[in-house]
């Protein structure tokens, strides 16, 4: 059962490919561009811990959310990441064990791929812990008990509550927005039980996705930081003109919609 408090049997991790690794991210950041306006972290996301391991935890909106963590990896740039995905989706493609998704049969298996992967200071365990798509309003987030009760097996790092939150704004694609929220220090929560930490991690990352949603609805690209610019603009013979027209002026072309709304070719 999950509540057994005792320590999970630790599992073989299956090798990764660092060129693999490599390949993917330049993948996702290129397919994430041709679909994305924009990547934007929030100015109010709080500050990543630089040392000890990092259980990861986000809600689940999108089929995107994979590649969005892929994209924001680059933030925890000295980290090994490992992701929980499906196990049904690994087996169907066999590479995402290169790139360190790892498939989960069950909870007990959960537990004991979770605490083997945090067993390691560096390395940065990702857990969709909604286990399945849920809109960003809906509340409560009933998390998974599994990411709490890992939680408590765990003697050093961080619980890191990370929202996530697809919108449409000013231009043709859509944005992607992104809010850190408090780290939970593990030593700041000695003898917790699996109820305990699920309880706060949900509380935590309903903080932090509140927060988000409060400035999805601003639609003000100030209160953000662009992680990764992608294409703007209308596209097609609308574009063409405009940029003609900027030509003719000796204006430098912004394809953006909002640009246009201004006056701007």
Known sequence: MIADARKAK????PPRWPWLIRGFKRYCRRYVRNHFNAVRLSRSSCSIPDDGPLLVVLNHPS???PLIGTVLSELFAC????AAIDAVSVERYSF??????????????????GETILAEPNRAFWVTAQGRFTDVRERPLNLRAG????AARLDRGCVLPLALEY??????????????GEPLAIAEHP????????????EALTTTLDGLNEEAMSRDPDRFTNLLD??????????CWRRFKSWLRGSRFDASHAAAMRGRP
Request: aromatic letters at 16%; charged letters at 25%.
């Open 10 to 13: 630790p599992i073989a991790l």
């Open 230 to 239: 992608g294409r703007s603009g209308v596209g097609g013979i609308y574009d």
């Open 167 to 180: 919108v449409f704004w000013n231009e043709r694609a859509p944005e992607a927005l992104v809010r850190i």
């Open 79 to 82: 980290r090994d990441h490992f």
């Open 147 to 150: 990411v709490g009760h890992l």
């Open 96 to 113: 995402f064990k290169r790139l360190g998704f790892v498939g989960v049969h069950g909870a007990a298996q959960f537990l004991r791929m």
């Open 191 to 202: 003898g917790f039980d699996g109820k305990q930490w699920t309880k706060v991690i949900e």
């Open 63 to 65: 089929w995107w959310d």
